[in-house]
């Protein structure tokens, strides 16, 4: 009998009422069996996220030696949730163990973590189901990342064979023995984690929203539904900012060619979007499979002639940003220059200013200049490898909605061209882009 894992994300937790609609789900299939729950996100525009009320509960706690006051509004919270859903279930014993744990642990990532606890206790009691805590079968390596070959086994052992099992996404336990979280959104890896371990038939993402779009809804109205979508065209996207799933999420599932499907809670009927390894994965025919960005980079120019016979150049300056803990996003460069894109928020102004002078101490440029507030765009497709002129067609694109291209980056597959723009270009080049690619293709 094949095996589904299902990720329930933070509106399908927001309240008594969603959480019935995700028990009918669960109920509808049989092999829906093994379940991983997010914390209670908002039950509207103005309403604040369990795990954002959390944090606020350990900033109390660090300032005035407990976090009565914060949590209370979780402790109300989730009582709301078990009366909606009318459930025996002694909630109080529950949330008074989780206050004081949080006060004992003085820990962020403890404290953070339980929001997913907290909506997997009361969804085990929901199902009748088997609670498994992930603190006891996650877990991260001395040096941080993910214990994969412990972790599958943990869990393996812990729910194989048994007909329902819920377990809390978002963390573990890290290899001082204490609660470790991945980062915000980190419950679609739990999910997938799971999804490895019991090698499932297909990992279902249950959210908001109808699958993925091949832009911003935001910025282009009623973009085109991506029925289906490669790991990799998916990882481009993600990273870009297509926010549906988290990007790391791919890795556990990818080795085991696990296709996920992301669904509607509120629309189960709805299609969604299935992402398929490659060994499964049919493109659709279209060039572009979708488009997307971020913006707030900053790129740092260097130009210095004979750069490219200068041996250990890009070690000596990728040296200078290590020291600092800067990430570098990309690299594009020519015989004599070289440029850093990097995440506007990871270089404060000291940060930036030690990080230019290292760079002046380390290779002495000719050109050192600093470019703000750029945007980068990702145009992303498998079709684009084999389509002559689609470069012509996005550049073209570009320029006649009159915007300037600032940076130019394709990798070596073809899956996409990365530019970057002015951040007060970002919409209308997104614009741009998208009814080059698909309002044209499909008239």
């Given at each position: 009998?094949?095996?589904?894992?299902?990720?329930?994300?933070?509106?399908?937790?927001?309240?008594?009422?969603?959480?019935?609609?995700?028990?009918?789900?669960?109920?509808?299939?049989?092999?829906?069996?093994?379940?991983?729950?997010?914390?209670?996100?908002?039950?509207?525009?103005?309403?604040?996220?369990?795990?954002?009320?959390?944090?606020?509960?350990?900033?109390?706690?660090?300032?005035?030696?407990?976090?009565?006051?914060?949590?209370?509004?979780?402790?109300?919270?989730?009582?709301?949730?078990?009366?909606?859903?009318?459930?025996?279930?002694?909630?109080?014993?529950?949330?008074?163990?989780?206050?004081?744990?949080?006060?004992?642990?003085?820990?962020?990532?403890?404290?953070?973590?339980?929001?997913?606890?907290?909506?997997?206790?009361?969804?085990?009691?929901?199902?009748?189901?088997?609670?498994?805590?992930?603190?006891?079968?996650?877990?991260?390596?001395?040096?941080?990342?993910?214990?994969?070959?412990?972790?599958?086994?943990a869990i393996s052992a812990a729910i194989s064979g048994e007909r329902r099992a819920v377990l809390p996404g978002f963390y573990g336990r890290g290899w001082d023995g204490k609660v470790k979280t991945f980062s915000r959104g980190g419950s679609d890896i739990s999910g997938a984690i799971v999804a490895r371990a019991v090698n499932a038939s297909v990992y279902e993402n249950w959210t908001d929203v109808s699958g993925f779009m091949a832009c911003d809804p935001r910025i282009v109205d009623s973009p085109r539904h991506i029925k289906t979508i490669s790991y990799k065209e998916l990882r481009e996207l993600s990273y870009m900012g297509a926010n549906v799933l988290h990007s790391d999420s791919i890795f556990p599932v990818r080795r085991a060619n696990i296709p996920i499907k992301i669904k509607n809670t509120f629309r189960p009927e709805d299609e969604g979007t299935s992402i398929l390894p490659s060994s499964?994965?049919?493109?659709?025919?279209?060039?572009?499979?979708?488009?997307?960005?971020?913006?707030n980079f900053t790129v740092i120019f260097i130009e210095k002639s004979h750069m490219n016979a200068e041996i250990g150049f890009v070690c000596k300056v990728l040296g200078v940003l290590a020291n600092e803990g800067v990430s570098v996003e990309h690299i594009p460069s020519g015989i004599d220059t070289m440029s850093l894109v990097?995440?506007?928020?990871?270089?404060?102004?000291?940060?930036?200013?030690?990080?230019?002078?290292?760079?002046?101490?380390?290779?002495?440029?000719?050109?050192?200049?600093?470019?703000?507030?750029?945007?980068?765009?990702?145009?992303?497709?498998?079709?684009?490898?084999?389509?002559?002129?689609?470069?012509?067609?996005?550049?073209?694109?570009?320029?006649?909605?009159?915007?300037n291209i600032k940076m130019i980056d394709q990798g070596s597959s073809e899956l996409n061209i990365i530019v970057g723009v002015c951040n007060d270009d970002y919409e209308k080049c997104i614009r741009a882009i998208y009814s080059e690619f698909f309002k044209r293709e499909y008239r």
């Open positions: 009998m094949s095996v589904k894992v299902c990720k329930f994300g933070g509106t399908s937790m927001a309240d008594g009422n969603v959480i019935k609609k995700v028990a009918g789900i669960i109920d509808g299939d049989s092999e829906r069996r093994y379940i991983v729950v997010s914390a209670p996100g908002k039950r509207y525009s103005d309403d604040i996220k369990v795990t954002d009320l959390l944090y606020k509960c350990h900033n109390e706690l660090t300032s005035e030696g407990d976090c009565k006051k914060s949590f209370a509004l979780v402790r109300a919270r989730f009582n709301s949730i078990v009366r909606e859903l009318e459930l025996d279930f002694d909630m109080q014993s529950v949330l008074d163990e989780t206050e004081r744990r949080i006060n004992e642990e003085k820990s962020e990532d403890f404290t953070a973590s339980r929001g997913e606890y907290l909506s997997a206790r009361v969804v085990t009691a929901v199902l009748g189901a088997k609670f498994v805590d992930a603190e006891e079968v996650i877990f991260f390596k001395d040096n941080g990342s993910f214990d994969g070959e412990k972790s599958y086994r499964r994965y049919v493109p659709s025919g279209n060039v572009v499979t979708g488009v997307a960005g971020k913006k990097i995440e506007s928020s990871a270089l404060c102004e000291d940060k930036l200013t030690r990080v230019l002078d290292g760079i002046k101490e380390a290779v002495a440029p000719d050109v050192l200049r600093v470019i703000e507030n750029i945007a980068l765009i990702a145009t992303v497709g498998h079709g684009m490898s084999s389509s002559v002129g689609t470069s012509a067609r996005l550049f073209q694109a570009i320029a006649s909605a009159d915007i």
